[in-house]
């Protein structure tokens, strides 16, 4: 049964590995470089790698697309990070800097900060623009998540 595996892009190397859904939850560890495959913190995507995490990860991906400049991206980031670390099984979070990546954030036309987006098996599912207070955006995750 192919539910039963997963694949997750490693966070450190960008390797695709397969990993039992079961073993979720027992912190698994890349095939090639050996560091951990679920990311207590969101992963900084570049242009160069951010289509393959969001093409080749079999959980959702939700996104961060912010900038340093950006007030409420920085009002927003402990939360988003907060949120990482307790979806840590449900979701894989990344965050892309828009002022440093400009062609993902033209592909997405990302035209206010922040925004988030999930993508599922490359394919965007929800899109929100603005910060989110914590409670609202587990809510916002949750709602999006479960279709």
Same mark, same amino acid.
Not at 51 to 75: H, M, T, Y
């Given at each position: 049964?192919?539910?039963?595996?997963?694949?997750?892009?490693?966070?450190?190397?960008?390797? #695709?590995?397969?990993?039992?859904?079961?073993?979720?939850?027992?912190?698994?560890?890349?095939?090639?470089?050996?560091?951990?495959?679920?990311s207590s913190h969101p992963i900084?995507?570049?242009?160069?790698?951010?289509?393959?995490?969001?093409?080749?990860?079999?959980?959702?991906?939700?996104?961060?697309?912010?900038?340093?400049?950006?007030?409420?991206?920085?009002?927003?980031?402990?939360?988003?990070?907060?949120?990482?670390?307790?979806? #840590?099984?449900?979701?894989?979070?990344?965050?892309?800097?828009?002022?440093?990546?400009? #062609?993902?954030?033209?592909?997405?036309?990302?035209?206010?900060?922040?925004?988030?987006?999930?993508?599922?098996?490359?394919?965007?599912?929800?899109?929100?623009?603005?910060?989110?207070?914590?409670?609202?955006?587990?809510?916002?995750?949750?709602?999006?998540?479960?279709?």
């Amino acid at each position: 049964m192919t539910d039963s595996f997963v694949q997750i892009v490693c966070p450190s190397c960008h390797v #695709i590995n397969r990993v039992p859904r079961l073993k979720l939850n027992d912190h698994p560890l890349c095939g090639k470089c050996k560091n951990g495959l679920l990311s207590s913190h969101p992963i900084m995507a570049n242009d160069q790698n951010f289509s393959r995490f969001i093409e080749k990860n079999d959980l959702p991906v939700v996104v961060d697309f912010w900038a340093s400049w950006c007030g409420p991206c920085q009002q927003f980031a402990p939360v988003f990070s907060q949120v990482s670390e307790e979806m #840590i099984t449900q979701a894989c979070f990344v965050k892309l800097d828009t002022e440093n990546n400009h #062609i993902t954030a033209s592909r997405y036309q990302i035209r206010s900060i922040p925004t988030l987006m999930i993508f599922h098996h490359g394919k965007e599912i929800a899109r929100l623009s603005g910060a989110l207070p914590k409670a609202q955006f587990k809510q916002w995750l949750q709602q999006n998540l479960s279709t």
